[in-house]
């Protein structure tokens, strides 16, 4: 819930990728919640090693194909590193 607050939506604006990012449209926040419980259900049901192996391919495919993971934004919230800003940016179209 923390996720839609000004600050938060600010701080996405200001020092991440996502530059301009005014908010998740209610179909982003209600797939975000349903892959959410599949991903909660997925850990339930599978051991440790596999789950921990799972999160580990997603984020790293999402950070090398899209330049944009759960790591990556957390990180540019927390403190931001201009290097990966750089990074993420060259795939930007919009950049000059």
Known sequence: MIE???WVLGQFRAT???????GDSVLNAVADYIWMMGGFFAA????VPVTLALVAVLELSAALIGRDSLTL???MLIHPVDAVAE???ELNPNTP
């Open 4 to 6: 839609h607050t000004n």
């Open 44 to 47: 339930w049901h599978l051991r």
């Open 16 to 22: 991440t990728v996502n530059q301009g990012y005014t």
């Open 87 to 89: 990074w993420q940016q």
């Open 73 to 75: 934004t957390t990180l």
